[in-house]
């Protein structure tokens, strides 16, 4: 794989053991350079799109969508042409898209779920007055392992893409060892809740491109637990009160 320089491949030949990530290597979780310099935190989101899935080709990603954990990394391009199968990989590489954001693509609106945490993260003590990016102290995920139906839409799992999901998120909070998990999709937080995790903390709010990271709700985690916080408070709170990137930490 490609080496970038805000995230780290150390655990890479680990997580490759996994069947999907052998079939999508494109989709390993992005670990920054510095994860493990501090508090290990997990951010999960809910899934990839592609970005060209209403256009004339809409059939074609669909089929490969239906078959997509029978599809490999090396079929997309042999079956389908270069151009198109350029498109679906780099659209499902979750490193390459945060190394993106974190290069120059900051106000894209593709990346503003990246955008809205770094920013609440860029907030605290131990990033304040200093030119560093938040996500290199962060690993991140999404959680189901298929792109959505539809462009920009929430995904519409199946048994098979729960059970899936579940199994590839163990193996990755199992090899990258992370303290805290902090889930930004409501969608993806209904599978997990209710799951224990030992020695782990966690805590959720919406997505951060959406409209409820500044509204106020209940269901969000917070701090104390009967107030209402937006999405953005929720996640600022997490931080906070676990630590995460206290000043103190700093080496």
């Given at each position: 794989m490609?080496?970038?320089?805000?995230?780290?491949?150390?655990?890479?030949?680990?997580?490759?053991?996994?069947?999907?990530?052998?079939?999508h290597?494109?989709?390993?979780?992005?670990?920054?350079?510095?994860?493990?310099?501090?508090?290990?935190?997990?951010?999960?989101?809910?899934?990839?799109?592609?970005?060209?899935?209403?256009?004339?080709?809409?059939?074609?990603?669909s089929?490969?969508?239906?078959?997509?954990?029978?599809?490999?990394?090396?079929?997309?391009?042999?079956?389908?042409?270069?151009?198109?199968?350029?498109?679906?990989?780099?659209?499902?590489?979750?490193?390459?898209?945060?190394?993106?954001?974190?290069t120059?693509?900051r106000?894209l609106?593709?990346?503003r779920i990246?955008?809205?945490?770094?920013?609440?993260?860029?907030k605290?003590?131990?990033?304040?007055?200093?030119?560093?990016?938040?996500?290199?102290?962060?690993?991140?995920?999404?959680?189901?392992?298929?792109?959505?139906?539809?462009?920009?839409?929430?995904?519409?799992?199946?048994?098979?893409?729960?059970?899936?999901?579940?199994?590839?998120?163990?193996?990755?909070?199992?090899?990258?060892?992370?303290?805290?998990i902090?889930v930004?999709?409501?969608?993806?937080?209904?599978?997990?809740?209710?799951?224990?995790?030992?020695?782990?903390?966690?805590?959720?709010?919406?997505?951060?491109?959406?409209?409820?990271?500044n509204?106020?709700?209940?269901?969000?985690?917070?701090?104390?637990?009967?107030?209402?916080?937006?999405?953005?408070?929720?996640?600022?709170?997490?931080?906070?009160v676990?630590?995460?990137?206290?000043?103190?930490?700093?080496?």
């Amino acid at each position: 794989m490609e080496k970038y320089i805000f995230n780290t491949d150390e655990y890479n030949s680990i997580l490759l053991e996994h069947n999907n990530y052998k079939n999508h290597k494109q989709m390993l979780p992005f670990v920054g350079v510095n994860y493990g310099k501090l508090k290990k935190l997990l951010i999960v989101g809910e899934s990839h799109y592609l970005h060209n899935s209403n256009s004339e080709f809409s059939q074609i990603y669909s089929d490969i969508i239906n078959n997509w954990y029978s599809v490999t990394h090396g079929d997309i391009f042999s079956k389908i042409g270069k151009k198109i199968g350029s498109d679906i990989i780099s659209c499902t590489n979750t490193i390459a898209n945060v190394n993106a954001f974190i290069t120059n693509c900051r106000t894209l609106p593709a990346y503003r779920i990246y955008k809205n945490v770094s920013d609440v993260a860029m907030k605290n003590s131990f990033f304040k007055g200093n030119n560093i990016e938040p996500f290199t102290y962060i690993a991140y995920m999404n959680f189901f392992q298929r792109p959505a139906e539809l462009t920009g839409e929430k995904i519409n799992p199946s048994k098979v893409d729960v059970e899936i999901a579940k199994n590839v998120f163990s193996h990755v909070i199992n090899t990258i060892k992370t303290d805290y998990i902090f889930v930004v999709s409501s969608n993806v937080w209904d599978y997990l809740h209710s799951i224990k995790f030992e020695n782990i903390i966690t805590g959720h709010s919406c997505h951060p491109g959406c409209a409820w990271w500044n509204i106020k709700a209940k269901k969000y985690t917070k701090y104390p637990p009967k107030i209402k916080v937006t999405g953005k408070e929720s996640f600022n709170d997490f931080l906070i009160v676990n630590k995460i990137f206290d000043e103190k930490l700093r080496k």
